[in-house]
């Protein structure tokens, strides 16, 4: 892994990770599946322009369409759609943590549903990495929380995972800020639909709105996932995929910087063993010729 896919990496995980608390501060304001429809449009035909500027092609190759239209059902409206929606009531550090469960996930996934090998490193790290979720959890739970808001987070880390087994191999080909917008569009037409269904549409027009609006609309809505498909694209899936590990730090590092979540010191063990458990996870998917030279 060279030193450009590195600061990709590290790039996408701490804007991935911010959009937390971004969200928290939209939701504050607004209707969470109407504002995700609306920035989801925007950012969509946003991406379509550039991508066209770029001299890029509607022709997707059928990979392509198949990941656009499944990401823009699993990862836009269904899991960026619950997080907006039971970030209401959680808190932006724990909504974070739950996503970041992810690459465990789809390494279990893979373990019982597709045979993969899943070497004792990753089996020791899928042990600690939930156990640390089940630590912070616990905490969190004896303190009240809200457990439907919850649910609807385990919802969504299950739905993007859902949608990273699908669409494995199926970025390649160019086109990527094409494909970055289309499948925004897609995740729009959905929630716009969902929007009057599932809430009371309302907007406060605050400074903190617009600003939080804006950021989440140009930052993790374009600049990331063009990262993430461009790093993809790079270093393939499995190696790309390692740098979810960072996902529960900066998480919650930004929560407690812009929202003033406190960090106590049992949900700082939790965050800490999952984090290593995610790490482990992702080394032992290595090639191990790989891990060898790594070391």
């Not at 991508?51 to 059928?62: D, E, H, I, N, V």
């Not at 919650?252 to 812009?258: D, G, I, R």
């Amino acid at each position: 892994m060279d030193l450009r896919a590195i600061a990709m990496g590290l790039v996408f995980a701490l804007i991935w990770s911010s959009a937390f608390s971004s969200a928290r501060i939209i939701v504050a304001d607004a209707s969470p599946l109407f504002s995700l429809a609306v920035r989801f449009l925007i950012s969509g035909l946003l991406g379509v322009a550039i991508a066209r500027m770029m001299g890029q092609s509607w022709r997707l190759t059928k990979g392509q369409w198949r990941a656009t239209i499944i990401f823009g059902i699993c990862q836009n409206a269904l899991y960026l759609g619950l997080n907006f929606y039971a970030m209401q009531t959680v808190q932006a550090s724990l909504a974070a943590i739950i996503a970041s469960t992810m690459p465990l996930l789809v390494a279990l996934a893979g373990w019982l549903i597709f045979s993969e090998k899943l070497r004792p490193l990753g089996i020791a790290g899928l042990l600690a990495g939930f156990a640390g979720v089940a630590l912070i959890m616990g905490s969190r739970i004896s303190d009240g929380v809200d457990l439907f808001g919850v649910a609807l987070c385990g919802l969504g880390a299950l739905a993007l995972a859902s949608a990273t087994l699908a669409v494995r191999g199926a970025t390649s080909g160019g086109n990527f800020m094409m494909v970055v917008g289309l499948q925004m569009l897609v995740g729009s037409a959905l929630l716009f639909v969902a929007a009057p269904i599932f809430e009371t549409i309302f907007v406060n027009p605050t400074l903190p709105l617009a600003l939080a609006f804006a950021y989440t609309t140009v930052m993790p809505g374009l600049v990331a996932t063009l990262i993430w498909f461009l790093l993809l694209d790079r270093i393939g899936a499995v190696r790309a995929a390692t740098f979810h590990f960072l996902n529960p730090v900066f998480g919650v590092a930004v929560a407690y910087v812009l929202l003033g979540e406190q960090l106590r010191p049992l949900d700082a063990l939790g965050v800490l063993i999952t984090t290593l458990g995610i790490l482990a996870v992702q080394l032992s998917r290595q090639p191990a010729g790989q891990n060898r030279a790594s070391a």
